[in-house]
């Protein structure tokens, strides 16, 4: 029983070290089209980014995501 408490007080304590102590900055709208384009490109062709205030050696993800989104408009409706 010691043991186990004593792994559980350990697992605990790697869960909580390692969470995300960055700041992240957000910029909405970030157009990622450019030369020629219409009303509907400017509005729909625009990317949301989330990047850390201060720079650090991060990798980088990318997320698509498609189909689950009703009207095609990036924020959630809150319940």
């Not at 030369?35 to 720079?55: F, H, I, N, W």
């Not at 991060?58 to 498609?66: M, R």
Request: proline residues 5%; glycine residues 6%; aromatic residues 12%.
């Amino acid at each position: 029983m010691k043991h186990l408490l004593s792994c559980l007080f350990l697992l605990l304590t790697l869960a909580v070290s390692g969470q995300d102590t960055l700041t992240y900055q957000r910029k909405d709208n970030v157009p990622y089209r450019s030369g020629k384009t219409d009303a509907y490109m400017r509005e729909r062709c625009v990317l949301d980014v989330y990047y850390p205030v201060r720079p650090a050696k991060l990798p980088v993800i990318v997320w698509f995501h498609g189909e689950g989104l009703q009207a095609a408009i990036s924020s959630f409706r809150k319940n």
